[in-house]
Structure formats: structure tokens, C-alpha cells
């Protein structure tokens, strides 16, 4: 089954032309998707209780146009696939008319927290109601790394960034990404899709390198990202960013 949720765009989820921001967007997918796991008594403090929890393998998302402040956006979630080592989520977003503004696939892991290793998910966790219906075909390829390095800027994990897995959240990984782009780039063109793909953990006091090259194609960029954890040198996550010239706001 699919579960639709309404949220309406408030100010503080807005950039400064009075658009929704990416973060909030991806909030949005991602509470709707915790919501669905209720209904299908998946959740993850549930599975916690077994030894297991939900972790983010990769997305694809694609954005055709940003809502804007006290808007009404309608996100759709569900299940398309469940079986071997990945659950398939999907989603879309519906703007006032009931037009797609935004879609995603991703793909889930079940995560053995004691034996720290992905377990089978259909061996451990009963799904009914799966919808075989794709927002994306993606079949989640390898990203590449940057070749070279255009930018390249610096964090550190705040207390802030920590999920209910005790590790860095999905969404602050991406905000690392983006925010290495020049301002100069981001100022006069909007996120028009992203992929990433999720290698390893952060966790609160590491400092993280993101690693961009910028990648020009006519009036648009490609960003290619490289998400680094300093304090064990693994790689968090491989990213590719597509921009298109963004259209005005409402500020």
C-alpha cells in the first residue's frame, strides 16, 4: 500500500527567495517513509528491541520544481521490492495541482547491530503490500570520484547532526556536499537532482572532508563529491549533484 502525507512549507523551511529547501524536501520523504514503518510495524526502535535497524544504502532524487512558502505539498511513499540484502523505497511529491515536482528511489539495508554486518531482509523482517511500481528505474550503478579538486571545505559533527542510529543523519551527509559548492554556482542555479551513495559511518566530534569537482555543461554544473572521515580515512559517501538555472521566488 502507499501512504500519502500533507505538509504545508513554513517560513524557517525556506531558502531566501522563499522556496523550499532541499534539506526539508528530503525531511519530508523521510518522515512520511518513518510514518509508513508505523502502518507496517517496521519501525526502527520495533527492530531495535530485535537487535536490528533500518540504514540508508542510496537515493536518487529529482526535482522538477521547488514549492514555495505556505504551500501544500502532498508526498506519496511505499514499497517497491523487498528481498535479498535491500528494501526499495520510493516516493514522489505532489505540488497544489496534484503535478510531480519531485521523486525519489532508495535503498534500504537491514543492519545486524550486534554482528555490526547487513543481514537478509525478507530472511528477518515479514513485508506485505509491496507496490513493484518504480519512481525512478535506477539500478543504483557505482558513483564516480572527483578526478581533482575543485573545492573543498572542512566539518565537524555537531551533537545536532546525530540520528536515532547514533550516527550522522542521511541529510546532513548531503548538506556537506552542497554546501562545497561556490556560491557563485548556487546563487544562480537550483538542485535539480542528486544520487549518493552511502559507504560509512560518522559519529559526533569526527571532522569530515568534502571533496568537490565542478563539472560545466552549458548553463548547467555537475558536482562530483567525495564525503571523507578524517579520524579513520573511510569514505562516507559518494555524491553526484546536477544544477539547472533556477527560476525567481517570491522574495
Request: charged letters at 25%; hydrophobic letters at 40%.
Amino acid at each position: 500500500m502507499k501512504l500519502q502525507r500533507p505538509y504545508t512549507i513554513r517560513l524557517y523551511e525556506c531558502t531566501s527567495n522563499g522556496k523550499l529547501d532541499f534539506s526539508f524536501l528530503l525531511n519530508y520523504f523521510m518522515e512520511t517513509a518513518a510514518v509508513h514503518t508505523i502502518d507496517l510495524n517496521i519501525t526502527v526502535p520495533e527492530l531495535l528491541k530485535r537487535g536490528f535497524t533500518w540504514m540508508l544504502s542510496r537515493y536518487h532524487i529529482i526535482i522538477d520544481h521547488y514549492p514555495v512558502y505556505a504551500d501544500t505539498v502532498n508526498i506519496n511513499t511505499w514499497v517497491a521490492d523487498h528481498k535479498g540484502f535491500f528494501s526499495i523505497r520510493e516516493y514522489s511529491a505532489h505540488g497544489m495541482n496534484d503535478e510531480i515536482i519531485a521523486k525519489m528511489t532508495s535503498s534500504w539495508v537491514l543492519y545486524d547491530v550486534k554482528e555490526k554486518k547487513i543481514v537478509n531482509v525478507d530472511e528477518n523482517v515479514t513485508l506485505q503490500n509491496i507496490i513493484p511500481e518504480r519512481a525512478i528505474n535506477d539500478s543504483f550503478p557505482t558513483l564516480p570520484l572527483p578526478e581533482h579538486t575543485d573545492h573543498h571545505m572542512e566539518f565537524h559533527v555537531r551533537k545536532h547532526d546525530i540520528d536515532i542510529n547514533k550516527h550522522v543523519t542521511n541529510r546532513v551527509t548531503a548538506e556537506w556536499a552542497l554546501e562545497t559548492l561556490p556560491f557563485e554556482i548556487t546563487k544562480t542555479h537550483e538542485l535539480a537532482e542528486l544520487e549518493i551513495t552511502f559507504k560509512g559511518q560518522a559519529f559526533y566530534g569526527d571532522t569530515i572532508d568534502s571533496i568537490c569537482q565542478i563539472i560545466p555543461n552549458e548553463e548547467q554544473f555537475i558536482g562530483i563529491h567525495h564525503i571523507i572521515n578524517n579520524r579513520s580515512g573511510q569514505s562516507i559517501a559518494r555524491i553526484r549533484s546536477q544544477w539547472k538555472k533556477g527560476m525567481a521566488g517570491i522574495f
